[in-house]
Structure formats: structure tokens, C-alpha cells
């Protein structure tokens, strides 16, 4: 499903972000991608998302070559995966309900479904009694598990989690987990980025793939 041929990157000439990365990953598995700050696992999700472009080699999505979607497409593309960004990128003057719905409301959901799907995932990471609250008023790990939540609502088939929980105690980091495990076990594929190697044991079958300065280990 997501396959890496040579994939260079460079923000400054002759310095790799990554360098010649090559691997394959199947429809369904859960792939850790670790290795130390700077290792570049942020890098290789914005590339995978469509949020930087690749200096050399490919990468195909379901055998689409991601440097040759453009616009509109790419905008469909990006609407099949469910990203949690490092920094969470959440609309600080909107609630955590609107925050979640408007992942759905793009697909023209009825409200009555919309409203029964955010409350359930709110219930699943604790929140649910914090719907109507705006996300700038949260603490990091409330606006984490938002993050997650809203990448994961839309039952995407790729999933990309960017440390995604590096603001939580591991009651938190647990049920951030199960919803995981739980699109997992739907079929989606994830992909979750850390420097934390004890997260390793939260998942039973995975892959793990280590970067270090951009290299694959
Ligand atoms: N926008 C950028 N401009 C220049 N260098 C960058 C940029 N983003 C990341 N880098 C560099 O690329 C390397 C990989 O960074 P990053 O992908 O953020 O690693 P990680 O997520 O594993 O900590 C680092 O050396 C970082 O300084
Ligand atoms: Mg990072």
C-alpha cells in the first residue's frame, strides 16, 4: 500500500533529511517509525501526506505516484488518510466538537450521525464531557487527544501519528492506543512516529522501522 523507492530529502542542498529510503508497507499493518529527535519522522510524514515533496526517488500510495497528484486530487487523496500532526493543528476558536464534526461535515454526514460518532470517540479518550469547550482552553494532552481523535473519525485507510502521545500518562497514552488497535483491526493502516521504544509493547503485531539522521537502520 505505501512503498518508498530511494526517497531523498533536502530542505538545504547537500544536507538529507532522509536519505535513500527505501520500504513497503502493507494494507493493514501497524508500523512503528522510531529513532532519536532528528532522525527524520516528521519528514517522512509530510511526505507521505502530500505536505512536502521528495528531492529524489519515489513514493507510491496505492500504486499512485504521490509528486504527480496535483490540486484537487491531492486534496482527495489527503481525505483518505487521518493525520495527527506533532503539533496538533487544531482551530483554537472552535470547540472540540466542531474541531472533530468538520472532518465529518466535509463528507455531507447528517448532523444526528455526525453528533453520535464525535460523542462516542470523545467518550473513548475521556472527553466527553468536554465537547462544548474551545481547544485553546485545553491543556496538551486534552488537545492531543482531540488531534487523534479527529484524524481517526473518518475511519481513514492510512493513519498518521505523529508522537502522538507525547503530552499523556499512560492511563491516556492506553485509551489513545485502543482506538488504534481498534481502526486497525478494521483494516486501516497505521503508521506512529516516537522517539519512545516502550510504546513498542502496546501493540502485539507490528513493524518497526528506525531512522538516524535520515538513514534507515
Ligand atoms: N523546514 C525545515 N527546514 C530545514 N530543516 C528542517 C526542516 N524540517 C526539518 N528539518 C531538519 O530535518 C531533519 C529531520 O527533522 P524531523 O523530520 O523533524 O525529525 P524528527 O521528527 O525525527 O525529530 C533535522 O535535521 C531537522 O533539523
Ligand atoms: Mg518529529
Avoid: W
Amino acid at each position: 500500500m505505501i512503498n518508498l523507492f530511494h526517497v531523498f530529502k533536502y530542505y538545504i542542498p547537500g544536507v538529507s533529511a532522509l536519505a535513500d529510503l527505501s520500504f513497503r508497507i502493507k494494507k493493514g499493518e501497524f508500523c512503528f517509525i522510531t529513532g532519536p529527535s532528528g532522525a527524520g519522522k516528521t519528514t517522512l510524514f509530510k511526505l507521505l501526506f502530500g505536505a512536502e515533496s521528495v528531492s529524489d526517488g519515489q513514493i507510491l500510495v496505492d500504486g499512485r505516484n504521490l509528486s504527480r497528484i496535483k490540486g484537487r486530487h491531492l486534496a482527495l487523496f489527503r481525505r483518505r488518510i487521518g493525520i495527527v500532526f506533532q503539533d496538533f493543528k487544531l482551530i483554537d476558536n472552535q470547540t472540540i466538537f466542531q474541531n472533530i464534526a468538520a472532518a465529518l461535515e466535509v463528507k455531507g454526514e447528517p448532523y444526528d450521525i455526525i453528533k453520535k460518532k464525535v460523542s462516542r470517540a470523545l467518550f473513548m479518550v475521556g472527553l466527553e464531557k468536554k465537547a462544548d469547550k474551545y481547544t485553546r482552553t485545553l491543556s496538551g494532552g486534552e488537545q492531543q487527544r482531540v488531534a487523534v481523535v479527529r484524524a481517526m473519525i473518518n475511519d481513514p485507510a492510512i493513519i498518521l501519528a505523529d508522537e502522538p502521545t507525547g503530552n499523556l500518562d499512560s492511563q491516556h497514552t492506553q485509551k489513545i492506543f485502543n482506538l488504534f488497535k481498534e481502526i486497525n483491526l478494521r483494516g486501516a493502516t497505521v503508521m506512529l512516529a516516537t522517539h519512545n521504544t516502550a510504546l513498542f509493547n502496546m501493540v502485539k503485531h507490528k513493524r518497526i522501522i528506525e531512522l538516524r539522521d535520515g538513514i534507515k537502520q
